[in-house]
């Protein structure tokens, strides 16, 4: 059984920088596709960033360029460096795992080990 813990969200002005870090448990988080996700208040959960076996990485748009995504295999743990911030940014992030594969996927609805977040708030 796999357990994800997020870690490093604060609060932070525009235009600032937080790494998240998420610490995982068990064999499969170092083998499996796994990936960042944010969910604002009132909004649905939505993709940021996932990496596969391999290491092949994919981001979405409106973070491409800004956010990078990171893991440390000795660890067990994968980070997202997250620069020039934006208040959109706010939001709860969250990372997860496939259990029952190797790549990664934009839907949050193909992972199913969830952290229980961390709390990223940007400020004007």
């Known amino acids: 059984q796999v357990h994800l813990v997020e870690s490093g969200g604060g609060s932070v002005q525009a235009g600032g920088s937080l790494r998240l870090s998420c610490a995982a448990s068990?064999?499969?988080?170092?083998?499996?596709?796994k990936g960042w996700f944010r969910q604002a208040p009132g909004k649905e959960r939505e993709f940021v960033a996932a990496i596969k076996w391999g290491g092949n990485i994919v981001y979405a748009e409106s973070v491409e360029g800004r956010f990078t995504v990171s893991r440390d295999p000795a660890k067990n743990a994968m980070y997202l460096q997250m620069n020039s911030l934006k208040p959109e940014d706010t939001a709860v992030y969250y990372c997860?795992?496939?259990?029952?594969?190797?790549?990664?996927?934009?839907?949050?609805?193909?992972?199913?080990?969830w952290g229980p977040g961390t709390q990223v708030t940007v400020s004007t």
């Open positions: 068990g064999q499969l988080f170092s083998t499996n596709g």
């Open positions: 997860a795992v496939r259990s029952r594969s190797y790549d990664h996927s934009r839907s949050p609805a193909d992972y199913d080990i």
